[in-house]
């Protein structure tokens, strides 16, 4: 029996989201109802509702969640009714030419849900990420449910499922920052700090937090920043290259997703450095550079999609430093709200006042 539930729909472009009942169909084969505990309000969801992901409306939103399998289809072997799950959006297909060459993470047929979940008018609804987790309940392919100790809280557990992962995997899987390493990471918001996170984690000595806002550079510090700089006061290549003995950083993380932070992370490297792109560009933005300096310059340029993770691999291993204190999550919750007060959040969002605001399901 198809269930209805409330979830979060962006009927239109720039419309405010609405609050309204969606159907959610039985699982499928190779798909899973997951009851969701806890759903982060992430950039990402307010892209989809002004219209800079696709036109293809009504978006059920919401993809930072952990929550509980309710039940699965046919065929299901990896979750179990009752497990405690991160869900994903990159569930490796294991057919593509990625999966089969042994790259997973670069899968580019990501499964999702092949039901559609609806409006009770029976219009089709578009997942946000293939997740739609601004609701109740919601129908994934069971590959996007990754189980986790469940000793987690949902609300900071959640949050691994987009942003926060893909932060901490831009410092320690695509920036490959290890021991000893100085690390810029430019814009501190939920993605950036997560960055400064990965960086302590792997043994990072000097990381710099770059950002325009003085409030989001004291949350940087605590995060393991070691020192901030203030771009609208003073031009952060000068800093770091002051901060770093005139060298420059070893890995540089863009985390707003703009050519001239673009510009200034690729200037703030030391010879052979490394670039990471996390922040995401709009479709409009070009970035023109001598290409002399590219050359000259050497190391590497790395955009980093989803923080090169591998949900199976990363989820439950992050959750365990979680649990034995070496990874607060905790920190990234900066408001627990309603399902109906995601409009609210966006406007906090968009102001600089959260790095997280967390939907939390009674
Ligand atoms: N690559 C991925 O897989 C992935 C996943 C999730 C999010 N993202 C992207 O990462 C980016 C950051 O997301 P977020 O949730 O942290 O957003 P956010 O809005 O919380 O943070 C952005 C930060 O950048 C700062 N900023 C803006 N302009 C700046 C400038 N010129 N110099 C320095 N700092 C500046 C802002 O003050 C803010 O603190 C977004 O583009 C988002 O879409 C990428
Ligand atoms: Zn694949
Ligand atoms: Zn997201």
Redesign the pocket.
């Known amino acids: 029996m198809a269930q209805e539930v409330q979830g979060v729909v962006s009927r239109a472009k720039g419309e405010p989201v609405e609050l309204t009942t969606i159907v959610v169909p039985d699982p499928g084969p190779g798909e899973a109802i997951i009851d969701i505990q806890a759903c982060g309000v ?3 969801d307010l ?1 989809y509702k002004v219209g800079a992901i696709n036109d293809d409306f009504p978006f059920l939103l919401g993809h930072e969640a952990a929550g509980v399998v309710e039940s699965v289809g046919e065929g299901v072997t990896d979750v179990t009714p009752g497990d405690f799950v991160i869900l994903n959006w990159r569930a490796p297909c294991g057919d593509c030419r990625a999966c089969r060459r042994g790259r997973p993470w670069h899968c580019f047929g990501s499964l999702n849900a092949e039901q559609p979940m609806t409006l009770k008018d029976g219009t089709p609804l578009t997942p946000a990420l293939g997740i739609g987790a601004f609701a109740e309940k919601t129908l994934v392919a069971a590959g996007q449910a990754v189980p986790v100790n469940d000793g987690a809280p949902p609300d900071a557990a959640g949050l691994l499922g ?2 926060v ?3 901490i ?2 410092a320690i899987h695509t920036g490959n920052v290890v021991p000893g390493d100085s690390v810029a990471v ?9 960055a400064i996170l990965g960086a302590q984690l792997a043994g990072a000595t000097t990381i710099i937090g ?4 003085d409030r ?1 550079l004291e949350w940087a510090k605590d995060f393991g920043a070691t020192h901030t700089v203030n ?2 006061s003073s031009d ?1 290549v000068e800093v770091i290259k002051e901060l770093t003995n005139g060298f420059g950083v070893d890995v540089a993380i863009e ?4 050519p ?2 673009m510009k ?1 992370a690729f200037f703030s490297r030391d010879l052979a450095g490394t670039l990471v ?5 709009d479709p409009a933005m070009t970035v023109e550079l001598p290409m002399i300096e590219f050359f000259g310059r050497g190391g590497e340029l790395k ?5 090169d993770c591998l949900p199976t691999r990363d989820f439950p291993m992050l959750i365990d430093l979680y649990l034995q204190g070496r990874l607060d999550l905790d920190r990234f919750v900066s408001e627990r709200i309603k399902l109906d007060e995601i409009e609210d959040a966006f406007g906090k ?2 102001k ?1 006042d ?3 605001s967390v939907v939390v399901f009674e």
């Open positions: 992430c950039h990402t892209h987009c942003g992962m893909a932060g995997g831009a430019f814009g501190c918001g939920g993605v950036g700090d997560a770059v950002d325009l806002d989001k771009a609208s952060p985390a707003v997703g703009h001239d932070v200034q792109q996390v922040g995401v560009p955009p980093s999609w989803y923080g969002m968009e600089g959260v790095l997280r």
